[in-house]
């Protein structure tokens, strides 16, 4: 496997995976920016892993000890999200029945994330401005400032400058916001990190399931060839369901929906090599299938025929029956099975409709 690039973190709980060009410039910028105190507008489109760059800046930085408040400007509610970032005082509104601390003020001497800043309203985007010249909060209802020592990060998949001249965006803030700019790419555009962040969250539902799931390399095609509109975090979600739900202990195309299939023809699933005496003989596409289909080669530990070859064979039975709308009758037809001898295979390996 190719080496994993990760920005050193001061906790194992996460890593950030990549050696692309792109992600390499990334994490370049991440190195430089993390020891200052400059503001930091991570740009990107949802799901690229902005919050995760944002707790590397603040990781690695001399704030590394403490807090990180991180608040999704487009999740609350609008006219929740002042109360959520100044506080309030005792009886300043209906229901106020203590004072709370806002999360401006929690992240004191710390770091605080406005993901999606382009959802804040502008009214807020004014008492923010203020924020980050005076460096003081004013709590709802109370009649003193209370000075805050943050660094502010701020995330967007917006873009700013068109909300500027929409008049939904300040202009002098994006100017306070926008000092230390960084964009992800979106995972079509670094695909070489594809199989890396593939084989790692594999590692990662693996471990969690108690599985030992591997992946073909015609899977990993298929993947790399798909245009993820969802980015990295719609990866770690759909390596977690192949996880869980595929069939057998290597994940095939066959396991794949066509949601990312797409249009790539099920005849290069696995493709043969290119040699003309082995086309269309059906021995040697069936043994070419199972080297591909499950990486057969002996290891010195030896392996389980046995189980290797009835996880094909209810690959085949599956894709038999999908083929036929589950019905058996052509489904035996199509395999060449007498129907009784379909039923008890279908028995056997535990094969029901699923609908």
């Known amino acids: 496997m190719l080496p994993v690039m990760k920005i050193k973190l001061d906790t194992d709980s996460f890593s950030i995976i990549g050696e692309s060009p792109q ?3 990334v994490f370049d910028i991440v190195g430089r920016a993390a020891g200052s105190q400059s503001t930091v507008m991570i740009y990107g489109e949802s799901g690229t892993g902005k919050e995760l760059i944002a707790r590397a800046l603040h990781l690695n930085s001399p704030r590394k000890s403490k807090p990180f408040v991180a608040v999704n400007c487009a999740a609350i509610p609008h006219d929740l999200l002042e109360s959520e970032l100044f506080g309030y005082e ?28 382009g959802d804040m309203p502008p009214a807020l985007q004014v008492k923010l401005l203020r924020v980050l010249a005076e460096r003081e909060i004013d709590r709802i209802g109370s009649v003193k400032s209370t000075p805050v020592d943050i660094r502010v990060i701020t995330a967007t998949h917006r873009n700013l400058e068109t909300a500027i001249e929409e008049g939904r965006f300040r202009e002098d803030l994006y100017y306070r916001l926008n000092i230390i700019p960084l964009t ?14 593939v084989n790692y969250f594999l590692t990662q539902f693996n471990n969690g399931t108690g599985s030992s799931k591997t992946i073909s390399d015609e899977a990993i095609n298929v993947l790399v060839n798909y245009s993820w509109p969802g980015n990295i975090r ?7 369901r192949m996880v869980v739900l595929s069939i057998g202990s290597t994940i095939t195309p066959r396991d794949l929906p066509d949601k990312v299939l797409g249009e790539v023809p099920r005849e290069k699933w696995a493709p043969l090599a290119n040699d ?8 040697q596409i069936l043994q070419q299938s199972l080297k591909q289909s499950f990486h057969v080669g002996i290891p010195d530990e030896g392996i ?6 009835e996880g094909f064979e209810k690959e085949l039975l599956i894709e038999a029956l999908e083929k036929t709308g589950w ?16 039923v008890e295979k279908l028995k056997k390996l535990k094969i029901t409709n699923p609908s």
């Open 23 to 25: 992600i390499r410039e």
């Open 90 to 117: 005792k009886g300043a509104f209906t229901g106020a029945v203590n004072a709370r601390m806002g999360r401006i003020e929690l992240a004191n001497q710390g770091t605080i994330f406005f993901d999606e800043i």
């Open 184 to 197: 992800l790419p979106p995972l079509r555009d670094r695909k070489t990190d594809i199989p890396l962040l």
């Open 234 to 240: 719609e990866l770690a979600n759909f390596v977690e």
């Open 276 to 283: 003309s005496e082995s086309e269309g003989n059906p021995a």
């Open 304 to 309: 389980n025929l046995k189980k290797l070859v």
């Open 327 to 342: 019905v058996k009758n052509k489904a035996a037809t199509l395999l060449s099975l007498n129907r009784t001898t379909l």
